[in-house]
C-alpha cells in the first residue's frame, strides 16, 4: 500500500560537488534520507513512468537506503529500477547503465572517497539521462524544495531481496536485479584491446590492484585476474566492506600509503593502481615511482593512438583549473582545444555531450572520457597497461620520456582541513579582495603575473560559474585557492600550487614548491588566520 508521511524539512540538504554527502548518523535520522530522495523527485517533475539505475558502494547504510528508495520510487510511480545485485554499482558502471539503457537517470549510494561506517560518511548521487551528476539548477532547485518539504510517499511493502539476478515488482513497478560487473566489462571491451593485455600478462607483467574494501574489488578481480589473466592475488582487499576495513578509501600518496610503500619495496611488482570508494578515481604508481593525476592524463592524451577507441583521433581535451597545464601542452602540440573548467565532473558533460572533448580529468586523481559521463578508475588504468603493451616501456620511462618531450610541471595540493567555516570564507572574500594589488608584485622570488577568481563561461549552456581564486606566476608557476565543496562537516581549504621546469626532473616536490606554498600562506594569510603552520594533508 501506498503511505503519505509527513515530515519536516531539515533545512541543510544542499549538494556539493559530489552529490549530496553527510555523516552516516545524520542520514540515518528520521525522514532525513526520504526528504531528500522526495525532494529530488520533486524538483525533477515527478518519476512516474520513468526508469532509473541504482546501486551503491556498499557502504554503512546502502542496503536500507536502497530499500527506502525502492519503496519511494515504487509510491512515486515509477516504472522500472535497474538494481546492482546485492545492491552494489560502482560510480562509472552505473553511468554505463544509464546510458547503455537509456533511463532518466540513476541513484548511486556512495560518499565516495570519504570514509564510511556508522561514523564516517553517507552520500546519494544523482545523475539525469545524461549518464552524469545534474548542473548547479537543478542541484538548487533540489536545495530549495528540500527546505519545503511537507510530505513523501513511500510503500509499506516487504523489503525486496537483492541477492538473486533476475526480475520482480513491488506495488506498480518493475525491478530488475543485475549483474552490475557484465555491462561494464563489455563497455571496456570495446575500448580496449583485450587480446593485447592478456599477451602483457602472459609475459610475465605483474601488478597490484588495491580496492581499498570497497566496490572495484569484485570489478578488479573479474577484469584483471579472471579475465586478463593477471596472477591470482593481484587485487587487494577485494571485499567490499561497510566500513571500508576503517580505510579512508582516497586512492592517494597519504591514504593509500601501504600500496606507495609497497611499489617503493623491493618486492614491488611493475604496476600498481588503486581505485577510491566508489571507483571512479584512481593512482597510478610503477616500480619505485608516482604518477601525479596531472601528468597521468596529460600523458593518457599524448598515448591515444594505442587505444583502440581513440587510434582515429580524439576531439579534444578539458582540465580542472586546479589541474597542472600539463595536459594542455599536448593539446597545444598535438592542435587540440584544452578546456580549462571549474572543479566537479558535471562540468566536462556539456563538452563532451557537444563533442568538443574526449579525455578529461583532474588533480584529484579523477580521470575519464566520453565512454561515460563520469571519471572512471579502472578505465584509466587499463589506459596506462595498453600503453605499456604498445610500448614495451615501464611507468617511469614512459613518464620520463614525456617529461623530455614537454618539461615536468611539479605539482602538489595542500589541504587545510578542519577550519572554521566562517574563517574560511572570510579568508576567501577577503584574498579575493586583495587579488588586482598582487599584480607584478615579488614574493619569496617569484613575481606574480596576474591574480584573478576563476571564472567559467560554458560554451554549451552559456552559464558563468566563479570556482577560486588564481594566482599566476611571471615563470609559470600558478597557486589556486579553492573551499571543498564535498566535505561532511567544516571547511577544508585546498591550495593547488604547480611549477614548471624544462630541465631539472629529478628535485624533490616539495623543496620545489617550497617557496610558492610560502608564498600561498603568507599572501591569504592562512597561519594567522586558521592558526595552522602546515596543511594537514599534502597530495
Ligand atoms: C573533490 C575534488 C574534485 C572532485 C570531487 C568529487 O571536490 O577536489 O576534484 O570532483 O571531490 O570527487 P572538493 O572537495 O574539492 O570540492
Ligand atoms: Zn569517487
Known amino acids: 500500500m501506498i503511505q503519505t508521511i509527513k515530515t519536516q524539512p531539515y533545512g541543510d540538504q544542499k549538494m556539493g560537488t559530489g552529490g549530496l554527502r553527510k555523516k552516516t548518523k545524520v542520514m540515518m535520522q528520521e525522514n532525513y534520507f526520504e526528504n531528500f530522495i522526495q525532494s529530488v523527485f520533486n524538483a525533477i517533475g515527478g518519476v512516474k513512468g520513468k526508469t532509473y539505475v541504482v546501486g551503491g558502494d556498499g557502504r554503512c547504510f546502502n542496503a536500507e537506503a536502497i530499500q527506502k528508495f525502492i519503496k519511494m520510487a515504487a509510491a512515486n510511480g515509477a516504472k522500472k529500477l535497474l538494481i546492482g545485485q546485492n545492491g552494489y554499482m560502482s560510480t562509472p558502471a552505473g553511468s554505463n547503465l544509464i546510458l547503455k539503457n537509456k533511463t532518466n537517470g540513476g541513484f548511486t549510494f556512495s560518499a565516495s572517497h570519504n570514509p564510511g561506517g556508522i561514523n564516517g560518511d553517507f552520500g546519494v548521487k544523482y545523475a539525469n539521462e545524461t549518464g552524469g551528476q545534474v548542473p548547479t539548477s537543478i542541484t538548487d532547485k533540489i536545495y530549495q524544495l528540500s527546505k519545503e518539504i511537507t510530505e513523501y510517499k513511500i510503500s509499506d511493502a516487504a523489503d525486496v531481496d537483492l541477492s538473486q539476478i533476475g526480475f520482480q515488482k513491488i506495488e506498480d513497478m518493475e525491478i530488475e536485479v543485475i549483474d552490475p560487473i557484465s555491462d561494464y566489462v563489455t563497455m571496456l571491451e570495446k575500448i580496449f584491446d583485450f587480446n593485447a593485455l592478456k599477451n602483457l600478462f602472459k609475459s610475465g607483467f605483474s601488478m597490484r590492484f588495491d580496492a581499498m574494501n570497497a566496490i572495484t574489488g569484485p570489478y578488479a578481480t573479474r577484469i584483471f585476474e579472471d579475465i586478463l589473466g593477471a596472477k591470482q ?38 604496476f600498481a593502481g588503486a581505485n577510491d570508494g566508489d571507483g571512479d578515481r584512481n593512482m597510478i604508481l610503477g616500480r619505485h615511482f608516482f604518477v601525479t593525476p596531472s601528468d597521468s592524463l596529460a600523458i593518457l592524451t599524448d598515448n591515444y593512438q594505442y587505444v583502440p577507441a581513440y587510434k582515429n583521433g580524439i576531439y579534444g581535451v578539458a582540465k580542472s583549473a586546479a589541474t597542472s597545464t600539463a595536459v594542455c601542452r599536448v593539446a597545444q602540440a598535438r592542435n587540440l582545444p584544452c578546456y580549462v573548467v571549474p572543479t566537479g565532473w558535471k562540468y566536462f558533460v556539456n563538452l563532451m555531450d557537444s563533442n568538443r572533448i574526449t579525455l578529461c580529468g583532474e588533480e584529484s586523481f579523477g580521470t575519464g572520457s566520453s565512454h561515460i559521463r563520469e571519471k572512471d578508475g579502472i578505465w584509466a588504468i587499463l589506459f596506462w597497461l595498453s600503453i605499456i603493451a604498445a610500448t614495451g616501456k615501464s611507468v617511469e620511462q614512459i613518464t620520463r620520456e614525456h617529461w623530455e618531450k ?66 599566476d606566476f611571471k615563470d609559470g608557476s600558478k597557486i589556486t585557492y579553492r573551499l571543498s565543496g564535498t566535505g561532511s562537516s567544516g571547511a577544508t581549504l585546498r591550495v593547488y600550487i604547480e611549477s614548471p621546469d624544462k630541465t631539472n626532473f629529478n628535485q624533490d616536490t616539495q623543496q620545489k614548491l617550497q617557496n610558492l606554498l610560502k608564498t600561498a600562506m603568507e599572501v591569504a594569510e592562512i597561519s594567522i588566520r586558521t592558526g595552522k603552520t602546515k596543511a594537514d594533508v599534502n597530495t
Open 233 to 270: 592475488g593481484s587485487v587487494i582487499r577485494a571485499t567490499p566492506l561497510p566500513d571500508f576495513g576503517g580505510l579512508h578509501p582516497d586512492p592517494n600518496l597519504v591514504y593509500d600509503k601501504d600500496l606507495v610503500d609497497f611499489m617503493y619495496s623491493a618486492q614491488a611488482t611493475d
Open 406 to 471: 614537454y618539461g615536468r610541471i611539479y605539482y602538489m595540493r595542500f589541504d587545510f582541513e578542519g577550519l572554521d567555516t566562517s574563517v574560511a570564507d572570510k579568508l576567501m572574500t577577503d584574498l579575493e579582495e586583495k587579488l588586482p594589488s598582487l599584480k607584478d608584485k615579488y614574493f619569496n622570488g617569484y613575481e606574480i603575473q596576474n591574480a584573478a577568481p576563476f571564472v567559467y563561461n560554458d560554451p554549451v549552456d552559456g552559464s558563468t560559474t566563479k570556482n577560486g581564486l588564481v594566482i
